[in-house]
């Protein structure tokens, strides 16, 4: 039953996919975060659904009307860098075979990441493209926070299999980058009840987080939490979500949570961390030996020998930080980080303009929680190696977008906004499938 659903809603809308691309670029949104083919149980599953939705949106956007426009922003640039950098180094690669394959895959997902960037012509484009993410990542997140309540915290909360967000830890991070979108979302509605809603989900998703028993997230949970406070237009309120959330964890959470959680101040003595601190260790010596690092897919048995402090304990790099520096050097790390500053600054850009201008609220608080949604990617990525994950080059994508609507020279008919007349409220999803 599942199957014919999902197929009768994928297949259904394909025809109208080459008409209106940015319903592909929806779809292929939808389905790269919530997964829902892996949630099947025959041939869906084992269907190309991504594939097939992604070519008939190359398609559309080729013989669609439908406006497009590509920002070569300087974000946009170091991106391009360090995928050319990436293709660069798995030319040196330890494992060439398996550095090929993720080369491909990552390649695949930028391909997509690029193609949302031509599509995200509008503010409601781009409110749009944020209510899928949330909605699809939601989904687990909602269930996760009820299946933690109703279980007492005693089994860990985790994603759907053969997906970025499998793990608990992997899920946990996307769920901490949930919650500041689905804040912008929440400062945006006017509906009462689906303001409702987002103000429930915004600790349901947090206690998800932290049914996955992750440390990282529940780092992440302490950073972003902080900066979402401070960054927040009531203070009083997101103090309120933000003690409900704390007081629930201190109900719900078992014993066992909080040993597992006290071994982030006895790292030295946890196998799991000690395994960390070796593959950063051999990143670091990876990277003094190497200019184009050991290539994707280097934490095996051969280059643990040559470089580990440790050469028996073989692990996988889980941060982001060391997994680019081992995977790509010293250069292929300088990319990722200034991508990321780039990102931040154009957020900070942003909210500047937006201070000064009646009609831009709305920029200014997509700008404020996509920084905080960054600062829960870089300290829980600090402990997981998800530096390919859709998610952030989304977010990165969503900041240029939104930059370039903001600062955009105005319709005459925008004026009475400009010269200080608040702009009539904004109603999401209304004219955002429309032709501009």
């Not at 949930?178 to 509605?189: A, K, V």
């Not at 906004?417 to 955002?432: D, E, K, L, N, Q």
């Amino acid at each position: 039953m599942r199957d014919l659903l999902l197929a009768s809603v994928v297949f259904g809308l394909l025809p109208f996919v080459i008409k209106r691309p940015f319903w592909g670029i929806l779809m292929l949104t939808w389905l790269g975060y919530m997964n829902p083919h892996l949630l099947c149980y025959t041939f869906m599953l084992r269907s190309p659904v991504v594939m097939i939705v992604a070519i008939v949106t190359l398609v559309g956007m080729l013989v669609s009307r439908e406006a497009k426009q590509m920002i070569w922003s300087r974000e946009m640039i170091v991106l391009v860098m360090f995928v050319a950098w990436m293709a660069i180094t798995t030319t040196q690669a330890v494992y060439f075979d398996l550095a090929v394959t993720q080369l491909i895959k990552v390649c695949k997902i930028q391909i997509l990441t690029f193609m949302a960037l031509l599509m995200l012509t509008s503010r409601e484009r781009i409110h749009l493209f944020v209510w899928i993410i949330v909605l699809s990542l939601g989904f687990y997140g909602l269930k996760g926070g009820i299946f933690t309540i109703v279980h007492g915290g005693v089994f860990r909360v985790q994603g759907p299999d053969s997906s970025f967000i499998a793990g608990n830890n992997e899920l946990a991070l996307a769920l901490v980058m949930t919650i500041p979108l689905i804040r912008y979302l929440h400062l945006q509605e006017k509906r009462k009840l689906i303001k409702t809603g987002l103000a429930i989900a915004m600790p349901l998703l947090a206690i998800a987080a932290i049914g996955s028993q992750s440390r990282g997230a529940l780092v992440g949970l302490a950073l972003t939490g902080t900066l979402f406070w401070l960054k927040s237009r009531n203070k009083f309120g997101t103090a309120v979500l933000i003690a409900i959330a704390v007081v629930l964890v201190v109900l719900i959470m078992p014993a066992e949570w909080y040993q597992r959680m006290n071994t982030i101040e006895t790292y030295d003595q946890d196998a799991s961390a000690i395994g960390r601190l070796n593959a950063w260790g051999t990143a670091f010596n990876v990277a003094n030996h190497r200019v184009f690092g050991a290539g994707f897919e280097m934490w095996h048995d051969y280059v643990f020998e040559l470089y580990a402090p440790d050469p028996a304990n073989v692990r996988d790099a889980h941060s982001i930080y060391f997994k680019v520096l081992g995977e790509h050097g010293y250069i292929g790390l300088f990319l990722f980080l200034l991508m990321l500053a780039l990102t931040w600054l154009k957020c900070s850009t942003m909210i500047r303009i937006a201070k000064g201008r009646p009609d831009a609220g709305w920029a200014r608080d997509l700008a404020s929680m996509l920084q905080v949604s960054m600062v829960g990617y870089m300290s829980a990525g600090a402990f997981l190696g998800l530096c390919y994950f859709d998610y952030i080059y989304h977010l990165i994508v969503v900041a240029v977008a939104a930059h370039h609507v903001l600062t955009a020279p105005q319709p005459a008919s925008d004026a009475p906004a400009r010269s200080g007349v608040r702009a009539g409220p904004f109603v999401p999803g209304v004219g955002a499938l429309r032709r501009p």
